[in-house]
């Protein structure tokens, strides 16, 4: 990494941090600067590393961010359902990962219940682009064909039936990730943690770098990939997000879980058996807003602890109580991001400078990582991205209001836990 004495640096750009006048701040040199080291960073640079210089940057360490909290599921969720090619570009890089750097993809189907007849002909309707699509296996199943599929493990009493996508599976957060960083800096990314990024630098209306407490790193583009981060970093863009907490939690069963057994979502609880730990479950929910200022609860939010009982020991044969594993909770630690539509943001804005690419809200983040990041090279280097990104575009919204509501996300979370018994 290049240095430069204090002379060749116009002090109009940055001033010297150092206390003994004698150092110099370090300049790093990059075609493409990527701020964030989640799992979308991490595709972002190694789609562009074989034919631009990288550099990844990070506040704290690979995946920090949401990406290291996320639980892991992999399938077509209903904002997705629009776009299968998308998801089915995802599903095929995480298999072409499978086995690299000791990461597995465990290929399981995504059961999504249905309560009534009315909530299954809903279900079909969202997910009728999945349907029509050649090669995605996705079927509707009632209630007597899922326990003939799954014999013994549900109680359907009161369900209509269920969605079954095929086309998903089960990542653990943390070897995903490590398998990203190790396949990136394989491509010839560099990768620079516990560094933040304060501001994106620009010059007669182009990008030409960005600022960190050790100096400015020269770049061509800058993307922007840090989460909730993010909106601070591109001030020139008006981003309709709010920040809100989603709860994992693990759970004891009373039997040991077989290698068939699915993810299942019913009642605003995601579960998924945990690979190599036989009896427990992956319980995520417990989805909030966030006050501006608030982190996440300390433990796990009273509502959330009810509905896990509930829909566990209503519907999983398996559970005849749910038992909470000790130490378990997890909630994402800086918050994560949503938009009014709860479709990410993939764009090169036009209110943005030259050389700005944005990539944010990524709800579900891992399951289209891969797509995310062959849409930022699709961005950077006017490549035709796997699907028109038109429906990502930064300004697709007519002024949102900042209290605006999402399907799932409950209003608002405020203060440490506002609803704990």
Not at 222 to 246: I, K, Q
């Amino acid at each position: 990494m290049p240095t430069v004495d204090a002379g060749d640096v116009a002090t109009s750009i940055y001033e010297p941090r150092h206390a003994c006048p004698s150092m110099v701040d370090r300049i790093d040199t990059c075609d493409v600067l990527v701020v964030g080291a989640g799992a979308s960073g991490l595709w972002s640079a190694a789609e562009l590393a074989p034919d631009h210089d990288v550099l990844v940057v990070d506040a704290g360490e690979v995946g920090a961010g949401a990406s290291g909290d996320a639980a892991g599921f992999v399938t077509a969720f209903s904002d997705w359902a629009p776009s299968p090619d998308a998801v089915a570009h995802s599903i095929a890089a995480f298999r072409a990962l499978d086995g690299r750097h000791g990461f597995t993809f465990y290929e399981r189907p995504y059961v999504e219940l249905a309560r009534t007849a009315a909530e299954g002909a809903a279900l079909r309707e969202t997910y009728d682009p999945l349907f029509e699509r050649p090669g995605y296996d996705v079927e509707y199943l009632d209630a007597a064909e899922l326990s003939a599929r799954w014999p013994g493990r549900f109680d359907l009493d009161g369900v209509d039936g269920g969605l079954v996508k095929h086309e998903s599976g089960i990542v653990a957060a943390e070897a995903y990730l490590h398998a990203l960083a190790s396949t990136a800096r394989e491509c010839g990314v560099r990768l620079r943690t516990n560094t933040t990024v304060e501001s994106v630098v620009v010059e007669d209306g182009s990008v030409v770098g960005a600022e960190t407490p050790d100096g400015r790193v020269d770049a061509d583009v800058v993307v922007c990939t840090a989460g909730a981060g993010t909106g601070p970093l591109v001030e020139w863009v008006d981003l309709p997000v709010r920040r809100f907490v989603y709860s994992n939690l693990r759970v004891e069963a009373d039997a040991p879980l077989d290698d068939a057994y699915p993810m299942v979502y019913a009642d605003d609880v995601w579960w998924r058996p945990e690979p190599g730990r036989p009896r427990t479950f992956l319980v995520s929910g417990g989805t909030y807003f966030l006050a501006p200022d608030d982190g996440p609860p300390r433990d796990p939010p009273a509502a959330y602890r009810r509905e896990v009982r509930t829909v566990l020991e209503g519907l999983a044969a398996d559970v005849e109580t749910a038992t909470a594993v000790p130490g378990s909770y997890q909630p994402c630690t800086t918050g994560c991001v949503t938009t009014p539509d709860g479709l990410p943001v993939l764009d090169a804005p036009a209110a943005a400078p030259d050389g700005l690419v944005v990539a944010t809200a990524v709800t579900g983040g891992i399951s289209v990582s891969p797509f995310t990041g062959a849409a930022v090279r699709s961005l950077v280097t006017g490549a035709d991205p796997p699907v028109p990104l038109a429906p990502f575009a930064a300004d697709r919204f007519d002024e949102p209001p900042a209290d605006f509501r999402v399907d799932g996300i409950r209003e608002p979370l405020s203060g440490a836990n506002p609803d704990s018994e």
